[in-house]
């Protein structure tokens, strides 16, 4: 038994002599680069992708609102009338003239033209959120199936995102699918005992948001509970049952 183990060490000795110590980690580089290479996946893809989403949201909104205000001192009865802020931009790229009697200033050139600049380039990051989206489609399509086709985009995208990749989402509790997303509320419910959140991210569900504001909750379980199975049947490459899962939450 000794005689075998001696041999088995043999080519650990040469790692004692210094002459080898420049090849040695020449072969260690040379496996660690492959290992990093093949170490991006899908996964990586979609969090980069998804996490643009959020800034994009974040940094068009406060565009939107700067523009609204800017805006509003022009022709404030557009303003009020327009909801979104999208729309809003869309008409007031239009050229739309205001009313007879707008209360809004008269700008000189100089001065609208400053706003339409403004209003350009938040319509081209809208532009760009809905490119990520197509995007995202495509890579999630093969990737994860279920995920997409029952939690959409957006949402699916962001519970990959949240889960840290999809091998960690298939193996996550419905419960805590349910929870995603709503991880400040939760600390604050077990620290404060304040209320406790019945959803995180997939509140913004067509099928949360569609349900009465009593059933949201159980809705929110429900749905939470499809997405796991979706999330394991993508992850071990298992059938597709999205769409008639979809059907047991409508009905």
């Not at 991006?40 to 609102?65: F, G, R, Y």
């Not at 800017?70 to 303003?79: A, Q």
């Not at 957006?154 to 298939?170: P, Y």
């Not at 709503?182 to 569609?210: D, M, N």
């Amino acid at each position: 038994m000794e005689h075998l183990l001696g041999k088995a060490t043999e080519p650990l000795q040469h790692f004692k002599d210094k002459k080898y110590f420049a090849e040695f980690y020449k072969k260690n580089i040379i496996i660690t680069k492959k290992a990093i290479k093949e170490s991006v996946n899908e996964d990586n893809l979609i969090m980069q992708a998804i996490a643009n989403v959020n800034e994009l949201d974040k940094v068009t909104n406060l565009l939107s609102k700067r523009l609204r205000e800017w805006y509003g001192l022009y022709d404030p009865e557009l303003v009020e009338r327009v909801h979104s802020h999208e729309k809003l931009i869309e008409l007031i790229l239009e050229n739309e003239k205001k009313e007879k009697n707008s209360m809004g200033a008269d700008f000189a050139k100089i001065d609208y033209d400053e706003i339409i600049l403004l209003a350009i380039q938040i319509q081209t990051l809208y532009g760009l959120r809905k490119k990520h989206e197509i995007y995202l489609e495509s890579v999630m399509k093969p990737y994860c199936p279920n995920i997409l086709a029952l939690a959409g985009t957006t949402v699916g995208a962001k519970l990959i995102e949240l889960a840290k990749g999809l091998k960690r989402l298939a193996l996550l509790p419905a419960s805590t699918v349910q929870l995603l997303g709503a991880e400040k509320a939760l600390f604050r419910h077990l620290k404060t005992g304040s209320r406790s959140p019945k959803y995180g991210v997939i509140y913004q569900h067509p099928l949360i948001q569609g349900a009465k504001r009593s059933d949201r909750g159980k809705m929110a379980r429900r749905l939470a509970d499809k997405l796991s199975l979706c999330a394991r049947l993508d992850f071990f490459k298992g059938e597709f049952k999205a769409d008639e899962y979809r059907k047991v939450l409508e009905k």
